[in-house]
Structure formats: C-alpha cells, structure tokens
C-alpha cells in the first residue's frame, strides 16, 4: 500500500472511531460529460462505518428515519454518490433473472450497470465457442430488466493476467461477446497479458463492435499497459492499483478467511494526487475517441476505491471548468 500516496482530505476515513461515522461529501454530478464514474462492486464489509452508514439491525433499526432505513440499503445508498457501478458477484456466479429485477427495482432513473461476466466464460480451459455463447444467452436474458429501461452500460469479459493469446483463444472471445452484439448490447474484455497488446486483436474487436477495456493492474512485467483505447463508441477504464508486491498471493489459501485476506491485500492501493492527475488525462484523451466513458475502480479495500472514485470526479469537474468557464462543469464540444 502506498502510504505516502494518501492525501490529508482521506487520511482521517481509514481508522474511523466508534458511532463517528458521518456521510462523505457527495462528488458533482458530471454524467452530462459523458463520464460514468463508479467502483467495481458496492457492499464490501469493510466499507461499513466508513462508507456506508454502520450496520443497525432489530429496535435500533425501527427507530430510524425512512430516510436513515433506506440508507442501509447498500446499493441504494452507493447510488447518492456514482452513477455507475460494475456488478462483480456475477463473476462468481451465473446471473439470475430474478436479481436484476431487483436491481433494477432500487435503481435511480439515470444509474448506469456494467456486468461482469461469469467466470466459466472468462476463466475457461476448454475454450468451446458454443458453450460460452449459450452462457452469454443467459447473462443477456438475466439482464433484460436492465436493457429495458436504459440502465444497461456492458458486459465485461475480464481475463486473468495469465491467460496469453493465441488464435484460438481470440477466436473464443469473439464468439462469445458477439452473441451479446448481435442483441445490441455492448460488451468490452479486459486484457491483462500484454500479449494481447498487438494491432490484430484491437482490430478484430473494432471490426466486431467489440469493446476493449483499458486496464491498470500493478507494472509485472507482462502487465498490458494502460492506454486510451477504445473500439467502440463506450469509452471504458478500471484501476486497480499498484500494489506489486501482494498481487501474486503467497503460498495457496486453503480457506475462506485466507482467500479474502490475499484479495485485500492485492488492492490494497491509494492513487496519489499526481497518479490522479495522470490517470483524468487519459481519460479525458479517451473521451476524444468515444461518446461516453465508464471510469471504474478496482482497489475497494479499506475504501479506497470509493475516495479515489470521488477524487476523480472531482478532478475532471474542475479540468471542465477550466475549459468552459465558470459556472458550468460541462465539456466543450
């Protein structure tokens, strides 16, 4: 973790005192930009009391405000400060119908979702094109709730960063994410090996109506590096973070408790004030080649992910005042 990265704003929100939990500061609204900004999941337990309101359950609860009840609602809640947010428990299950519908049913009327897909399509070992493209039939009926009332952003199809490419592997993916295409539903993959990093694969993405995800994980040596590419009209970037030394776990986790401990530790990461600034300039360069951008991340632990998510919106807010003038946060055309 870059402890020195902190900025003095946040430093207080990491070792927060009992029943001193107050709301943040809410970031400016900057969808009219065409930027999306959000986390990579919205309820993690450690973000209660930092966060998100503390847990209250059973008398305390009915002594609440509606106001207060509703709070408690994690998704409703993280929803008074993004616009957006990737739903990641689909990668360890399959979508259900079911749940969107309820996803949908909290949702605010300009809330945008990316999907993470299920991880029998992005993990596989068989690579078997019919197979992942009746999986990715599913995931498009689970999200219909979604589709139906414009909440939909894409499907993210997100590799491990050891998975190095080959024709056949290519050809796998293409498949899959055009059944969602073919439906008009967007979906963009996430490339971690910089084998991936090559004209021929971005192309047959482009020609495709594919999305390309720009990524950051920490600089391996065969990390894919982070650009401002975009093959389709979605613009889209996660952040992951930088923390080298805990991204491959040591020794194998063997239980649940083990396992939750390395993930943690893996995006364990605050980016700097400088870091922010370098990232909102790729960004900005990728709103040049693309209608809207969805700008996500990824380093939730301890909520990290949530400060830096509010820090960059703040950031481009103030880089689109400088460029329209005072009184407006809107991009220049």
């Not at 008074?80 to 979508?95: A, G, M, Q």
Request: charged share 25%; glycine share 6%.
């Amino acid at each position: 973790m870059n402890d020195d990265s902190r900025t003095t704003e946040f430093m207080d929100l990491f070792k927060p005192e009992p029943d001193t939990w107050a709301p943040l500061d809410p970031p400016p609204d900057i969808t009219g930009t065409g930027f999306y900004v959000g986390t990579s999941g919205y309820y993690f337990e450690d973000w209660l009391g930092r966060f998100n309101p503390p847990k209250v359950t059973g008398k305390r609860l009915a002594g609440l405000s509606d106001e207060a009840r509703a709070d408690q609602d994690q998704l409703r809640f993280y929803q008074k400060y993004f616009p957006l947010v990737e739903i990641n428990n689909t990668f360890y299950r399959e979508p259900m119908l079911t749940n969107f519908v309820d996803i949908e049913r909290r949702s605010r009327p300009a809330t945008k979702y990316v999907v993470k897909v299920y991880r029998d399509i992005s993990h596989t070992k068989r690579w078997e094109a019919e197979t992942g493209k009746a999986l990715m039939r599913n995931h498009i009926t689970a999200v219909s709730p979604l589709v139906e009332t414009g909440r939909f952003y894409s499907f993210l199809i997100q590799l491990e960063d050891r998975t190095i490419r080959n024709q056949e592997r290519l050809d796998y993916f293409l498949a899959v994410a055009s059944e969602a295409v073919r439906m008009k539903l967007d979906v963009h993959i996430e490339f971690r090996h910089n084998s991936w990093h090559n004209l021929y694969p971005l192309q047959a993405l482009k020609d495709s109506g594919i999305g390309i995800c720009n990524t950051e994980i920490p600089p391996v040596k065969y990390a894919f590096p982070l650009k401002a590419y975009a093959t389709t009209e979605k613009g889209y970037v996660r952040y992951s973070g930088r923390n080298i030394q805990n991204w491959v776990p040591k020794g194998k986790q063997k239980t649940s408790k083990a396992r939750i401990e390395a993930r943690n530790a893996r995006y364990d990461y605050l980016y700097s004030e400088p870091e922010m600034e370098e990232r909102v300039e790729g960004q900005i360069e990728l709103s040049q080649k693309a209608s809207s951008v969805a700008v996500v991340y990824n380093n939730h632990y301890q909520i990290q992910a949530v400060l830096n998510a509010i820090q960059n919106m703040r950031r481009l807010n103030q880089g689109f005042r400088k460029i329209a003038g005072p009184g407006t946060g809107v991009r220049v055309p």
